[in-house]
């Protein structure tokens, strides 16, 4: 392709691509897959390193890979970022609309028209297009000077480089503010890899965002994954407005992103509705917000208003009720959950936080303990974030007496009285009948990778747990017909299913026994290889440390776990039962020298003739292996319909990727 051809494709697919982009984050309806997206961009990347000249600041590849700043200029607001005055009740907010309409001298019963968006709370930010492109992107600061971060701003994907053209015309100048902000899942699995560095937790999804975009490394900016929902202009040369709402749309189509739940509202009562409908869905929304906020919606009546100090006239932020509260903790307990992790649970004396009497929360472990000095007696700072389990934010030292007691979990388990083991941070209930962790065992040990009892599902496991009728796993070969029949949603016939396929899973084999005993760190593959190392289950109840260490695949940790697990008495006897119940222990051979032997697979999109366990079963079956992620070990990826990453990453690695068909005809 000669360079003037070239330019002409590389204009093409970079408004191909920003099309796509607009329909994918603003729209949230993308109408091609992600390899599709990946090949225009792989395209665009092919002519642009053919012909670097041709390379521009707004080009979609130009996102990341700015070197780090010595430290970030500052930008001067054309038109100041205001502030918003709250209300805090109803009462207030009615006032708001009065005081409007006693400005305005407008008849008291006139309606105004309002729009309500979210208040969302992250940090504010201003993006500035010249003629469609981004040029600058700057911090709220103090509302007159912020921060230069448009190297930061350009790596968030939800910020478009160009605008989209397709509904009317660029503006000549456009300044335009919005929220950036993390999710809260995202914000959560941020403080998760955290952890596991070692490095200082955020204490908020909000701080996570602050922290995240005033970094001098792009970088490391570009590695959040930060958001942003757009709600407002500065200065705007080439275009006017009537009202906010018709802002809002308009920025919705040049593909800045606005907030699904932004409302016209005809009257305060409107508004007052809208308060409380978002109220009801503020826990299960992906992003933390902490009210509405009613902006007047003429930009006629806006300026009319203007503001008093440093906040409109013309809108109000409408806060929720805080997630933060005080009080004081009675005491601490330990709890044993379904997996037998025992966690520290503070007990406190009620208090109201955004709406929820609390008087629980979770102390995470005995390393959170420590490191936050959380002890009995204490007055501490509750915080609720989302729909998550309330957490101690910090201990209010001031209030100490002196008479707080220090905790420490024990090491027994509080309900059945086993050794609770630490692992890593965490104190594990060893004991295999610990009815906390029954319900969760029964529910492993029937799945279909395991012992594959059909018809043992949740519902049925909760009703013989609670009626005392499965104490243990093994007393599930030992039910009658009769006790089935006799529960809830039971008939004659559905019990006799059940009894069925409880029988028909004694004879699934040892390797599948281990794997469903839940024995810690015991996984599907690590069951083949004790199952064909000691191919009895007597053999493997013996095993010494050195006999487990010598085998293949098998390390200290799982070493230690399973010598741990077999020395129990209960689980001890818990096998006798298995096999006097009739479980028949023979190594089930998978195919050792198959047709695939050795070959390792990575399945990715959706296949049309099997589930990815049916695949999985049917490689191993001829001796292959099938693993999670790509690498260069990988022998095939296995592409289905709308394949996702791992083919980009085959791609990368230059792994042969084969089609659903090509698959089934080498199988
Ligand atoms: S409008 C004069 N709309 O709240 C109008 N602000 O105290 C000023 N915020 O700094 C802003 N969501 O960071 C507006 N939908 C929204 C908002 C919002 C969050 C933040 C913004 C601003 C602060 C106002």
Redesign the pocket.
């Known amino acids: 392709m000669d360079k003037r051809a070239a330019d002409r494709r590389i204009k093409e697919l970079r408004e191909e691509i920003n099309y796509h982009n607009y329909l994918y984050y603003v729209l949230d309806s993308p109408e091609i897959s992600d390899a599709e997206y990946d090949r225009l961009m792989q395209q665009l990347a092919g002519l642009e390193k053919a012909y670097p000249p041709l390379i521009t600041t707004d080009s979609p590849t130009q996102r990341v890979g700015a070197p780090p700043l010595e430290e970030f200029k500052s930008v001067t607001h054309t038109i100041p ?4 005055s709250n209300t805090e009740t109803e009462e207030e907010t009615l006032e708001f609309d009065r005081r409007i309409k006693r400005f305005l001298h407008l008849h008291e019963e006139m309606g105004i028209e309002y729009v309500a ?8 930010v201003e993006v500035v297009y010249e003629g469609g492109i981004l040029t600058v992107g700057s911090t ?1 600061g103090d509302g007159f000077t912020g921060e230069d971060v448009t190297l930061n701003l350009r790596t968030i994907k939800t910020i478009p480089l160009n605008l989209i053209k397709r509904h009317e015309p660029a503006p000549e100048r456009l300044e335009v ?1 919005g ?1 950036v902000f993390l999710k809260l899942r995202d914000f959560r699995e941020l403080n998760r890899k955290r952890e596991e560095s070692g490095g200082q937790l955020f204490a908020n999804p909000r701080n996570a965002a602050a922290g995240s975009l005033r970094q001098l490394n792009p970088n490391i900016t570009a590695k959040r994954p930060l958001d942003i ?1 757009f ?2 202009t500065g200065e705007v040369r080439g275009r006017r407005f009537e009202t906010h709402w018709d802002v809002l749309n308009t920025l919705k189509s040049w593909g800045l992103k606005t ?1 699904p739940l ?1 409302r016209l509202c005809y009257g305060i009562g409107r508004v007052i509705e809208y308060y409380k409908e978002i109220g009801n869905m503020r826990d299960s929304l992906e992003y933390e ?1 902490d009210g ?2 009613v ?1 007047v919606n003429s930009l006629e009546l806006q300026d009319r208003l203007g ?1 008093v100090a440093r ?2 006239r ?2 109000i ?1 409408y806060k929720f009720e805080p997630r933060q509260g005080t009080t004081k903790i009675l005491k601490i307990e330990a709890h044993v959950g379904r997996t037998g992790i025992l966690t520290p649970v503070a007990i406190m004396e009620p208090v109201r936080i955004g709406g929820v009497t609390v008087s629980r929360s979770t102390l995470h472990n005995q390393d959170e303990i420590d490191r936050k000095d959380v002890r009995a007696g204490d007055w501490v700072l509750i915080q609720r974030a989302g729909d998550v389990i309330p957490e101690v934010v910090k201990v209010i030292t001031s209030k100490r007496t002196g008479e707080e007691i220090p905790y420490r979990l024990p090491d027994r388990c509080p309900v059945c009285g086993s050794d609770a083991l630490k692992e890593d941070v965490y104190y594990r209930c060893t004991g295999i009948n610990c009815p906390a962790q029954l319900k969760e065992r029964i529910r492993h040990f029937a799945s279909r990778r395991a012992m594959d009892i059909e018809g043992l599902g949740e519902k049925l496991t909760e009703q013989l747990v609670d009626k005392r009728l499965v104490k243990n796993l093994s007393d599930i070969y030992y039910l009658t017909k009769g006790q089935i029949a006799a529960l809830e949603r039971m008939a004659d016939k559905s019990a006799q299913n059940i009894i069925d396929a409880i029988e028909a899973s004694k004879g699934r084999g040892l390797s599948r026994v281990v794997f469903a005993l839940g024995i810690r760190h015991v996984g599907e593959h690590t069951g083949k290889v004790l199952a064909q190392r000691f191919g009895d289950i007597e053999r493997l109840l013996s095993a010494r440390e050195e006999e487990l260490l010598e085998t293949n695949e098998i390390g200290p940790e799982i070493a230690q776990s399973v010598i741990k697990f077999f020395s129990q008495d209960d689980n001890k006897k818990e096998i006798k039962r298995l096999r006097d119940a009739g479980i028949r222990f023979p190594i089930i051979q998978t195919a050792r020298e198959g047709k695939l032997q050795g070959k390792v697979f990575v399945l990715t999109g959706t296949l049309k003739s099997w589930t990815r366990d049916e695949a999985k079963e049917r490689i191993e079956s001829v001796g292959g292996h099938v693993t999670s992620s790509v690498s260069e070990n990988t022998d095939f990826v296995v592409a289905g319909e709308e394949p996702g990453s791992k083919a980009r990453k085959a791609k990368e690695l230059g792994v042969k990727i084969i089609t659903e068909d090509e698959f089934l005809k080498m199988l």
């Open positions: 970022m205001l502030s918003l968006e979210t208040k969302l709370d992250g940090l504010a709220r503010r929220e929902f709600y407002g907030n932004n917000i509405v906020v902006k503001a906040s409109p013309w809108a932020a």
